[in-house]
């Protein structure tokens, strides 16, 4: 089972589906791994199965997991979800540069976390 801590603010599912996407990011779960049951998560949680099930579903619209019938949910296959991952945070990345530019921060500045990123990557 995925360990999560329910905070405010956002809704459960997005939160659920952030964490199964981190999960799915990190390697933590993989290609074909078999997912909790809906009722499991949302006993363990404490929330309702239907929020649960809303997650799963658009965990699987996104192309990130799979579901067989009466068999359950699953990870889908690793390329697919890597490709559906990087869309994602290209898309994040995006808004968040543009809404630096537009509160003035500097091109060079961006780049310059970019290249500090890039170095702290290096040396791990």
Not at 71 to 90: D, Q, R
Request: proline share 3%.
């Amino acid at each position: 089972m995925f360990a999560m801590q329910l905070e405010g603010g956002a809704p459960i599912y997005e939160q659920l589906v952030t964490r199964v996407t981190e999960l799915i990011s990190n390697g933590t779960l993989s290609e074909n791994e078999k997912l909790p049951a809906v009722r499991e998560v949302a006993k363990a949680l404490g929330v309702n199965p239907n929020t649960v099930q809303k997650a799963y579903s658009m965990l699987e619209q996104s192309g990130l997991i799979y579901s067989i019938p009466a068999k359950g949910s699953y990870v889908g296959k690793a390329e697919k979800t890597e490709e559906i991952i990087k869309k994602k945070i290209l898309g994040t990345l995006s808004e968040n540069i543009s809404e630096a530019l537009k509160a003035g921060v500097k091109e060079e500045e961006i780049m310059l976390i970019i290249k500090n990123l890039k170095e702290e990557i290096s040396n791990d």
